[in-house]
């Protein structure tokens, strides 16, 4: 049951990432510098393994906060939210911070991602909390 609450968890952060960068997808383009054509879309296109990739990828953090619940005693849906939240605002959101300053990139890039961090992070600790 355990793997089936993480690829649900995981399953979950992704659609909000669908509709979380389909509304900031302008704001997100400009700060991230992304070339695009005179239609407004990125230059070149997104292949499907970038989308395969990111699931794969969420897979593994979700996992591991399964793990880190599961020692945590972290059960009720408020524990998950906040559990999760605390992993995307205190742990990745950081390290995107760190990546982007010296990367030099733009804060608005920043706050972006890691407030897709934060909230992903936030709906996976609440479905892990329902199985």
């Not at 389909?22 to 230059?43: H, R, S």
């Not at 524990?79 to 030099?104: D, H, K």
């Not at 920043?110 to 992903?120: E, P, Q, V």
Request: proline share 4%; charged share 10%.
């Amino acid at each position: 049951m355990e793997f089936l609450s993480v690829i649900v968890a995981a399953a979950a952060a992704f659609a909000l990432g669908a509709g979380y960068y389909g509304a900031l997808a302008k704001p997100w383009i400009e700060a991230a510098g992304v070339e695009c054509d005179e239609d407004g879309k990125p230059k070149g296109g997104q292949s499907p393994m970038i989308f395969a990739m990111a699931f794969l990828l969420q897979l593994i953090v979700v996992g591991m906060m399964r793990h880190v619940f599961t020692l945590s005693g972290i059960e009720t849906l408020g524990a998950g939210l906040v559990g999760g939240a605390g992993v995307g605002l205190f742990l990745i959101s950081p390290w995107i911070a760190l990546n982007n300053m010296y990367g030099m990139r733009p804060v608005k890039l920043t706050l972006i991602d890691s407030g897709y961090a934060t909230l992903a992070c936030a709906v996976a600790g609440l479905v892990l909390s329902l199985f």
